[in-house]
């Protein structure tokens, strides 16, 4: 067998980087409150309270993308003291965070999230969230799974207190 030996600057056109990003968000549920979850408005009589539209998945996928590229986390780039922010949709939130990381040679290979809820059930909006999350980050519907479980009714989740989400992600430059 023969080996080939490439120039050092063709080698490293070969190496590619593979990072993983974890994320994690939580926000208290309120009668009265608008529910948005994976970018899509939910009915229900509660929802999530926070400075921007309060969407613990697409906040969640936010982290991970950001921090698999090293880029910190989604208070220092959209804080909350930030009256910018207020009320902010959070697909924009995730499609500026994806920005950055391209930014820094990455694109997403896949994203995998958790939803905690106790109420309402997710099933039925699971794959609406799926598309709108693959159409905010110009994705395939197919690179992004979204599941959800309950806590069986213990802790805050399971006291309806509260929501919580779960994302990894990988990204590849």
């Keep these: 067998m023969e080996v080939v030996k490439l ?13 993983v990003g974890f994320g994690f968000d939580v926000h208290k549920l309120e009668a009265g409150e608008e529910f948005y979850l994976g970018g899509i408005l939910l009915e229900h009589e509660k929802g ?27 208070g220092y780039h959209f804080p909350d003291t930030d009256p910018a922010y207020k009320g902010a949709d959070s697909k924009i939130l995730l499609r500026d965070a994806y920005k950055l990381v391209q930014d820094k040679g990455f694109s997403i290979s896949n994203i995998d999230c958790t939803i905690c809820l106790q109420l309402p059930k997710i099933k039925p909006h699971i794959e609406p969230m799926k598309s709108c999350v693959a159409d905010t980050l110009g994705i395939s519907i197919e690179d992004v799974s979204i599941k959800a479980t309950t806590t069986e009714k213990l802790g805050f989740v ?3 207190e509260g929501v919580s989400a779960y994302a990894v992600c990988l990204i590849t430059g």
Excluded: Y
């Design 158 to 160: 399971g006291r309806e």
């Design 48 to 74: 999530a309270v926070g400075h921007s539209d309060a969407d613990v998945l697409l906040h969640a996928i936010t982290d991970a993308l950001l921090g698999a590229a090293n880029l910190r986390d989604i």
């Design 7 to 19: 120039p050092i600057h063709q080698k490293a056109n070969l190496i590619m980087k593979v990072r």
